[in-house]
């Protein structure tokens, strides 16, 4: 596995959301796991200079730096079939977009985008309610712009439409 600081910028940034926290049993096992699928992830027949988060005991982040050449859908592939076995194996979701998370009290908190408009009608969220934006696409961009306050977040746009 590479380490994180030597990936570049530009790397790809894949964001997987658990709809619950990780237990420390899961967490263990979860470590193992990704270090072996990273250790031995493929592209073009070539290991993947790669790396892996796991945030927040709820989210899976896959680092690939292409610097080189562009990962193969095969790869990608994979990566998602992986999860779909641990999605399996810890018997939670880890691939439902419509589920987006927040930080309230330094504790992470999920919802359904349909959700978000009440949640600001009621207080429980405001504009400068930290959002976890799992669109970035590029390791700079995970380091700016993951944790966004609510006002300049794409998640802003569902609360508007109903407004």
Not at 11 to 16: A, G, Y
Not at 53 to 69: S, T
Not at 116 to 137: H, R, W, Y
Request: net charge negative; charged share 20%.
């Amino acid at each position: 596995m590479t380490a994180y600081e030597d990936l570049a910028p530009s790397s790809k940034v894949w964001i997987f959301q658990s709809e619950r926290e990780f237990t420390p049993e899961e967490l263990q096992s979860l470590t193992e796991s990704l270090t072996a699928f990273v250790n031995n992830w493929l592209s073009h027949g070539s290991l993947v200079k790669g790396h892996f988060k796991v945030l927040h005991k709820r989210f899976i982040v896959f680092f690939a730096d292409e610097a080189g050449e562009a990962m193969c859908g095969r790869a990608v592939d994979s990566s998602v079939r992986f999860i779909k076995e641990l999605e399996t194996k810890m018997g939670t979701s880890m691939l439902n977009r419509s589920l987006v998370a927040y930080m309230k009290e330094g504790k992470v908190l999920s919802c359904n985008l349909n959700q978000l408009a009440q949640l600001s009608e009621e207080g429980k969220i405001s504009p400068d309610t930290l959002m976890f934006n799992n669109l970035v696409a590029t390791k700079s961009d995970f380091e700016k712009n993951w944790m966004i306050p609510l006002s300049t977040s794409w998640h802003q746009n569902y609360i508007l439409q109903k407004s």
